[in-house]
C-alpha cells in the first residue's frame, strides 16, 4: 500500500489538456505567447554554452555563478538589493523547497484569496493548513491580515503581489510596508512570489515586499520573461535561510540543468532582455486592453472584473447563482475556454468567477473569442 | 523562525569543494570522465531540437512524449518490459518523489549498508526512519532483510542492485529472486535505483528486480551513460502509482526542462547510445583494472576491497582501528583523495572503510594517485 495523496492533480493543467483543440480559441491557460520568444537568440545561447564540456558535467547545488551574478545584478537594478540568489527548476521548485523548510506537517499558511492553485497543492503537500485572507483591488487586506495571524499563528503567508495569478491585482505600496511590519511583529515567513513583475502595460512600479523587509523569501522566474521550458527560477533570502534551501534542494534534484543555466547565462550576456521584455509590454498591453474592452458587450450586466496593470490574467465574477464550471461546457461549445475560479480557493469557492488569461492570443483572436463567449453569456 | 531541518548538506558534495585543486588526483568523486562526453553529439541535438519553437514551451509533467518511448523502448529491450515511464529531473528527483509519495513521517524505511548517502538524506528530510540490513560480496542478504521486514515492517526497502554506490557490489540474482518474494509477502515497495547497470565491464548482466516484481519502483538515469549536466532521469512503475507519482512531480517543478528532453529525445534517436556506453565500458574498464592492479602494492596488508564487475567505485576498510577521514586530510598533503566510508552508514559507521572512484582518471595518472597513496598508507 502507498499513502494516498490528499492532493488531486490540478484541474487547470487538466483543463487545458482538453482545450487544446486548435479550433478552441483559448483564453484558459497562464502561458507565455510562443511566437514572441526569441528562439533564436536562445539558440544561439546553447550552442555558445555547448562548446563548453563542463556543462554536460554535475554542478554546485547554488547553481552556475555567472547566472547567478547576472540575476541578482538585474534584481539590484529593478531596485531590491541582492547579493546571490538559488538558482531553481523553475519557481514551482522554489515553492517546494520553502515549503519543506519552512512548514512542519500541521503548521499553517496564510495566503490571500483567491490564489495561484499550485501554490496550493504545494503547501497541502507539505502537511500544511491553509488559511485564506480576504482582499480587494488594492490586494491582500492587512487588517484582514492581522485577524488572521492573531487568531492562527502562521508560520508563512504566501502571496503573488504584483499582478497577481488569477486576479491581476497588485498589493499597494502602503500596504506592502503595513504586511512588512506585521510579518515583523509576528515573526512570520512572507513567501513573496513575482513571476510577472516586469510585465507592466502602465503605471510605475511598486517596490517588492522583499525591499522592505528581511523577513521575505522573494521568488523570480524566467519562464514568463524568457521561456518556461527551460524551468529555471530563483530564489532570495536571508544568508541563513538560503543556506538551508541550498540543503534542501540537494535532496530535492541535485541542481538546475547545467546546461539550461549556462546557456541562460550566455543569453543574458549577449542579449538584452529588457529591450525583449519591453517588446512583450507592448503586445501583451495589446491584447490586455483588446480584452478589457472587449468585455462590457461580452459579459452580462453587473458581471465584475479586475482591471490590470500588468500580468497575464483578468478576474470575472459573474451576477446571480451560477456556476462557471457549466459554463465552461457551454462555451467549449463554441469553441472557446476559459477557466473556472473555484480551484484558486483555498477554502469556499465562489463558483461565480473566472479566469482569463489574455497573453496567448492576438488582439484579432481576442476579439473573435470574446464573440464566441458572448453567444455563451447570452 | 525556521524549522531546523535535521539532515546536513552531503560530506561528499562538501569534500568535493576541498579536493578541487588542481594538482590533486581525486578518487573521491562520482563523476563521470568529462573527455568522454559526446560533446559534438550533444550538441548539435540541442541545436535540432531548438529549431522547434514548443521546446521553449511549458509541457505536460509526464514528459516529453518521444522522450518516453525511446526510454521505454531501451529498457524493454534491456530486458524490462516497460510501458511508460515518468520523466524526471535527475534520479535524485525520483527519490524525493518517491519519498513524499510512499513515506508518511516515521514510517521506516530500510536500506544496505552502506548505501547512497543522497538517498539517505533524502528520506531522513521526508522524516523517514531509516533501518540498514547487513550484506556481503553477493549484496544485501534476504535473511537478514527478512528480520528486519518482520521486526520493523518498513513502507520500502531502497537499493542500488547492480555495481552499488558506494560498494561496486551486485545483488545475485537468486536473492534478487528472494528479495522480490519477501517484498510481495509482506506488501513493501522495493526502490530499485540502477544508475551505474550498463557499465558493466565482465560478466552478463543480471535481470532487475522490477522484471520479477511489481511491488518495485525502477530508477533510471541519462548521467553516467550520457551526460549529468542534462539532469535527466526516468522512473518506472505499475501505473496507479506511476500516476501518484506524475501528481508530486506537479507540484515538485511542474516538468522537467522541455529543451532538455527534446534534446534527449533527438540524441537518442540521431545517435547509437548503446555504441557510446560501449566505448565507456572499454575506458572505464581499463581503469579499473589499473587501478584493482595497483591495490596491493598501495594499502596496507589486511585491507579488504570490493572487486565490482561495473559501475564507478571500489570500497575498501583497513585493518586496525584507523579513521579514514583523519587519514584523508594526510592523503590531500600528498595531493591525493578519496571519500571516508562513514557518511554511507545509516546509523552506526565504520570509520576504517573509504571510497574510491576509478572513472574520471586515466590509468597513468590512476598508477600516479596510487603511489601518492602509497605513501599515507606506509
Known sequence: MHRTLSVASSPVRDLLALTSRPEVISFAGGLPAPELFDLDGVRAAYDVALRDRSVLQYAPTEGNRALRSLVAARLTGRGLPTSDVLITTGSQQALTLVATALLEPGAVVAVEEPTYLAALQCFQMAGARIVPVAGDADGLDPAALRSVVEAERPAMLYLVPT??????????AARRAEIAALAEEHSFWVVEDDPYGELRYRGSAVAPLASISDRTVYLGS??????????????RAPEDLLRTLVIVKQAADLHTSTVDQAAAAVYLKDNDLDAHVARLCVEYGARRDAMIEALPGTVPVDTTWTDPDGGMFVWLRLPGDVDTAELLQEALRHDVAFVPGAPFFATTPD????????????????????????????
Chains 1, 2 share one sequence.
Open 163 to 172: 499582478f497577481a495569478n488569477p486576479t491581476g491585482r497588485t498589493l499597494s
Open 222 to 235: 524566467f519562464s514568463k520573461i524568457g521561456a518556461p521550458g527551460m524551468r529555471l527560477g530563483w530564489l
Open 351 to 378: 463558483h461565480a468567477t473566472f479566469r482569463m488569461s489574455f497573453t496567448t492570443n492576438t488582439p484579432d483572436e481576442i476579439a473573435e473569442g470574446m464573440a464566441r463567449l458572448a453567444k455563451v453569456f447570452r
